[in-house]
């Protein structure tokens, strides 16, 4: 009667435990104290799970199960000896329950007990599994509900969504609606719809947005694509990009991050599968994982996007004619239409196909004015006619990109007088105003024999062939090869792979040293971006700083580079002591200078370096002064009145000119590595180097000599009051612990 009662309160005191871990450290005490023992132990998959009488890492638990398999007898913990009595919860690998005495055995009876109360444990035990195993099931069924009633909710949201389209409702509200119904179905406060402005497709503009402060609407048109952070990635990659915390990720926009932006996610926006723009969303409240549902359901709300403005151009283009309303040239789809019947009824051969694209219509738009930019392309579109046929079609198809067709041409060798003349042709100046105005183009040559090339082969090898004139120079034609295709391929895998470095860190820095040439002494550093491919290895900068810059990477790589450069010299100069400080230069691309943001850029640099501004030289080449507009000479004074120094790099190997040093704040220039090659051995190189020498010297700039690669250039130049040098007779660039190896050596 008395081990009755003694189970049954066993079992309350178990059974009322919230949890399996409660459950077990109840059960020793109350099996301690039901059989007077000195210690209870529960083995549990041959650990100790609970314990009375010593604690738990005292217990050895290998004799323990010895002793229930009847291998053992004796048991012996913190010292002293125990009479043992054993049950199994099952079976006894899969668990004890064991009582010890040490002052006498355990009796039948108590056995007895011993073995119910550990029956008792294990009903116990497996009543609580089965409640957390149905409350797990219970949570994974709430969220299949949950997941249930967001796909409902997002099914209802689209369908009305199509039914807008449907009823040709305004594109503008359709495109609110969207953007309103991603932010509310996400849970986020803010979301927008960014899209590639149709006459400069290197810029978007802000079309639809909620939660987007009232203050930054107006600073989100006609914005760099390469300025966009996520929404320029995604819109440059063609891919989803996904920030789970927006402050630490290294493409955050400042302005947006002084925001309190703390995640945000951007997908492509595609037209008839090109990539017009992008969709995004965030939020200001917390970090957050961008889930697979999370994501695809973006996606489905920027498929409704393209679904929508493809449904709007599509009735736009119907109601319009075939022609381009600026210049009165064909439109694209006239274009294509003339040229497959070209292609299908051509009685001498073939078709020949033009593509033709402005060379500097860019920085001419971006200086004079897009009205202005419209008449130069009217006055292109006139010099185009005057080089065709009566039978050949000129055509615009879009920005500054045109297109000729030549139907009923024996082969390609016919198209390259024409494509020859329209080069000629658009060299001549245009009057804009009264305003003496350049601009050349690139031309595309691709040839189709009829019946066996469609229209839109025939553009995409035209295409590739621009692109190959592009790369040759510019201001050229070239005839399409299929070997143009791959390398095109090439081209295209090195872009992706850029952008996935950027985003990877897969870049470095290498540091050459610029030296006193009477002294010797180390007085500054170059700092040199290098692309450590995981697959390639080093990639040279020549092989992708010109891609870099047309894809406008360079912003990205360009800011990491001032930074990281300034954080380490101003590391080195604390290290310095008492020594003069080091100064480092960074070289600026043309893109970067374009950045409205520059100045503030470099200033966060400093500020976040505690780099002094003397020590910063930012170093630009000759045709970038040149080329300059309004815009970049105020930017570049905002930079010098912060306190850094300004260096021409390359001096002399473009259009170097008096006017140009006195109207820009310069305050170095460095003389190309092609006047110090010969310094040595031709006397009239020697002179024009000692003149730029001396030019610098009455101007009170410094002069810096680069490419120095022996001692007899070394002493020209020193003789010649040439203040600085860097080259390879120094050093090459070092990584930043060679570099270090070289300023503080070891004693």
């Known amino acids: 009667m008395l081990a009755t009662q003694q189970l049954t309160e066993f079992l309350a005191v178990v059974a009322d435990r919230p949890d399996e871990a409660a459950a077990q450290h109840a059960a020793v005490e109350c099996a301690v104290r039901a059989l007077d023992a000195d210690l209870a132990v529960l083995l549990v998959d041959g650990g100790v799970a609970a314990a009375v009488g010593l604690p738990v890492d005292q217990i050895p638990a290998y004799p323990l199960t010895e002793i229930a398999a009847g291998r053992r007898s004796a048991f012996e913990a913190g010292g002293n000896s125990y009479a043992i009595a054993v049950a199994p919860l099952g079976s006894p690998s899969a668990g004890l329950l064991a009582l010890g005495r040490r002052d006498r055995d355990f009796t039948v009876e108590e056995i007895c007990l011993l073995r119910g109360m550990a029956r008792v444990l294990e009903l116990s035990l497996q009543a609580l599994q089965l409640v957390e195993a149905e409350r797990r099931q219970a949570e994974e069924n709430t969220r299949l509900i949950d997941s249930l009633q967001r796909r409902q909710r997002l099914f209802d949201e689209l369908s009305t969504v199509q039914r807008a389209i449907a009823r040709r409702e305004p594109l503008p509200d359709i495109l609110d609606m969207i953007t309103a119904g991603a932010a509310d179905l996400l849970n986020v406060e803010m979301a927008g719809l960014t899209v ?62 002084r925001a309190r932006l703390k995640c945000v996610m951007a997908v492509p926006v595609h037209e008839n599968g090109v990539v017009i723009g992008a969709m995004f969303v965030g939020s200001y409240t917390e970090p957050r994982e961008w889930d697979k549902p999370a994501q ?107 297109a000729v067709l030549l139907p009923d041409i024996a082969g390609v060798e016919a198209a390259v007088p024409v494509a020859r003349r329209i080069v000629t042709a658009l060299r001549e100046p245009f009057d804009l105003d009264g305003r003496e105005t350049f601009v050349t183009c690139s031309i595309g040559i691709a040839y189709g024999e009829a019946g066996a090339a469609d229209a839109q082969e025939l553009l995409v090898r035209a295409d590739l062939a621009m692109f190959e004139a592009k790369k040759q120079g510019k201001d050229q034609h070239a005839v399409f090869q299929p070997a143009m295709r791959e390398s095109f391929q090439r081209h295209l895998e090195m872009e992706a792979d850029l952008r996935r470095a950027v985003l990877r860190h897969e870049f470095q820095l290498r540091f050459q040293p610029i030296v006193r040439l009477r002294t010797g002494e180390i007085s500054g550093l170059e700092a040199l971006v290098r692309w450590q491919h995981p697959e390639r290895g080093m990639i040279p900068p020549l092989d992708f700083i010109p891609l870099a810059e047309e894809t406008g990477m360079i ?193």
């Open 555 to 747: 912003v990205p790589i360009g800011e990491w580079v001032l930074r990281e450069a300034c954080r380490q010299a101003a590391a080195w100069n604390t290290r310095r002591g008492g020594e003069s400080p080091l100064t480092v230069s960074v070289n600026l691309s043309a893109v970067q200078l374009d950045r409205a943001d520059l100045p503030d850029v470099v200033r966060s640099a400093l500020a976040e370096s505690g780099l002094p501004p003397h020590c910063l030289v930012i170093e630009l080449t000759e045709s970038l002064i040149v080329d300059h507009r309004p815009e970049t000479l105020r930017r570049l004074e905002a930079i010098k009145a912060l306190g850094v120094r300004l260096a021409i790099d390359d001096f002399g190997t473009g259009y170097s000119s008096l006017a140009y040093l006195r109207r820009f704040p310069v305050d170095i220039i460095k003389i190309d590595k092609s006047f110090v090659d010969d310094v040595g051995d031709v006397p009239a190189a020697a002179a024009l180097t000692l003149g730029i020498i001396q030019l610098g010297q009455a101007l009170q700039l410094s002069t810096i000599a680069e490419g120095i690669e022996d001692a007899g250039q070394l002493s020209e130049l020193a003789d010649g009051n040439c203040e600085l040098g860097q080259g390879y007779y120094f050093a090459e660039p070092l990584t930043t612990d060679a570099m270090q190896a070289l300023l503080f050596p070891e004693k």
């Open 296 to 402: 695809e359901m973006l996606l489905a709300f920027a498929e409704h996007v393209s679904l929508a403005i493809t449904d709007a151009r599509t009735l736009h283009e119907m109601n319009q004619a075939f022609h381009d309303t600026l210049t009165g040239l064909a439109s694209r789809s006239l274009f294509v239409t003339r040229m497959e019947t070209a292609l299908a009824t051509s009685r001498s051969g073939g078709t020949a196909a033009l593509l033709i694209d402005l060379d500097r219509f860019k920085v001419i738009n971006d200086a004079l004015g897009h009205v202005a930019g419209d008449r130069l392309l009217v006055a292109v579109a006139d010099r185009l006619r005057e080089c065709l046929r009566t039978d050949d079609t000129a055509a615009r198809l879009g920005g500054d990109e045109f």
């Open 196 to 257: 590639l402005d149709a006459d400069d497709p290197t810029r978007t503009s802000l079309l639809a947005s909620r939660g987007v402060p009232a203050e930054h609407v107006p600073k989100m048109q006609r914005v760099p694509v390469a300025a966009l952070g996520a929404a320029g990635l995604a819109i440059m990659g063609d891919e989803l990009v996904a920030v789970d915390d927006y402050a630490g990720s290294p493409i955050a926009v400042p302005e947006i991050v």
